[in-house]
Nanobody
Framework: QVQLAESGGGLVAAGGSLRLSCVGS???????MGWYRQAPGKEREFVAV????????YYASAVRGRFTISRVNAKNTAYLQMNNLRPEDTGVYYC????????????????????WGQGTQVTVSS
């Protein structure tokens, strides 16, 4: 059973930065890893994904240029560096993993994702 554990959320002022981490365990396979978020009263939405080898990265248009996703396979860890944060970035951020990058990109609400973390709260004050 794959398990994902996020950390790094918190409260930050607009314009600030946070780095989220996601540690995976329970599988010998290296899979794509990504992030979704859900703001209060809104549906869950795709944020970013990184391929199994770290060579391919894809972003939602709302975060492109401000967020950077990366991974270190030796540590079974993916990261989401979030810069120039805005109040609209507020929400619960979920780490996710599944067999292909395409599953992240074809359904932006995450219904094709196999594994989820518990989520970490990110709050950006104006």
């Amino acid at each position: 059973q794959v398990q994902l554990a996020e950390s790094g959320g918190g409260l930050v002022a607009a314009g600030g930065s946070l780095r989220l981490s996601c540690v995976g365990s329970g599988t010998p396979d290296i899979k794509p890893m990504g992030w979704y978020r859900q703001a209060p009263g809104k549906e869950r939405e795709f944020v970013a994904v990184v391929s199994w080898d770290g060579e391919g990265t894809y972003y939602a248009s709302a975060v492109r240029g401000r967020f950077t996703i990366s991974r270190v396979n030796a540590k079974n860890t993916a990261y989401l560096q979030m810069n120039n944060l805005r109040p609209e970035d507020t929400g619960v951020y979920y780490c996710a993993s599944t067999g292909t990058v395409q599953k992240f990109l074809t359904d932006m609400k995450g219904s094709a994702i196999d594994y989820w973390g518990q989520g970490t709260q990110v709050t950006v004050s104006s």
